[in-house]
């Protein structure tokens, strides 16, 4: 095995080298898709819960508050396990991966719901008037003067968010989904005396993907920023 001592530490690289490509597979097949998978059901929550907290029908605010505190004021990982072993107790059989899915999606649909109705609470109320003025509707204004403007502004925050959820799906590997940090642990499992070198590759994959990930949430920024006024 290649090793270099750096410092008085050695370094297995011919391990790292053989880890490399098999995590960083893992992570292309399973952890990303996991995140956009999530994250786009978690933005339709988000979008449905926003709207029905600014909505004048009091109870259907009460019942969607109380959803965002409960998901807000809980670990994740606590969330994941309740999902993973709710649906047992009803005898019903739900692979780790999608119970996975579920408690991301309802995570994300709580954190991203706030980030949407700040978002359309920042447009200007003159804009609800330009609508209306025009003749529109309560509705179209909504969808055809508003959300558009809150979504630029929604862009960062929920970008910012979605970076995080890469790096959440490791807390996956406890309910045993094969994820990129579950093939991280397996290889870990089988070479204990380099168990530091292991977790810190991963951790350096980890941070590629959202260095690539933030390049793109920069582009599209500079792309929304064509369509503002200045």
């Given amino acids: 095995m290649l090793q270099n001592n750096i410092l008085g530490v050695v370094i297995p690289w011919d391990l790292l080298q053989q880890s490399f490509w098999p995590m960083v597979m893992q992570g292309i097949y399973y952890t990303i898709p996991l995140a956009i998978i999530a994250f786009i059901i978690g933005l339709f929550i988000a979008l449905v819960t926003a709207l029905a907290r600014m909505s004048?029908?009091?109870?259907?605010?009460?019942?969607?508050s109380i959803y965002v505190s409960a998901v807000r004021g809980t670990p994740l990982f606590v969330q994941l396990f309740i999902i993973f072993y709710f649906f047992p107790t009803f005898n019903i059989t739900l692979d780790p991966y999608p119970s996975a899915i579920i408690a991301f999606s309802l995570n994300v649909g709580a954190y991203a719901s706030e980030?949407?109705?700040?978002?359309?609470?920042?447009?200007p109320k003159g804009q609800w008037e330009a609508g209306y003025s025009i003749g529109m509707t309560h509705r179209k204004t909504l969808v055809r003067v508003i959300l558009p403007q809150a979504v630029r502004v929604s862009i960062p925050p929920l970008s910012n968010s979605f970076i995080s959820l890469v790096k959440d799906t490791s807390l996956a590997s406890q309910i045993?989904?094969?994820e990129m940090f579950r093939k991280s642990q397996e290889i870990a499992a089988a070479n204990l005396d380099q168990i530091l070198?292991?977790?810190?590759?991963a951790a350096l994959i980890y941070w590629v993907f959202c260095f690539i990930l933030s390049l793109v949430q920069h582009q599209i920024e500079k792309r929304l920023d064509r369509y503002v006024a200045r």
């Fill in 115 to 123: 980030i949407i109705r700040a978002s359309v609470l920042s447009v």
């Fill in 176 to 178: 045993l989904v094969a």
């Fill in 56 to 64: 004048k029908i009091k109870a259907l605010r009460w019942i969607f």
């Fill in 197 to 201: 070198f292991i977790y810190m590759e």
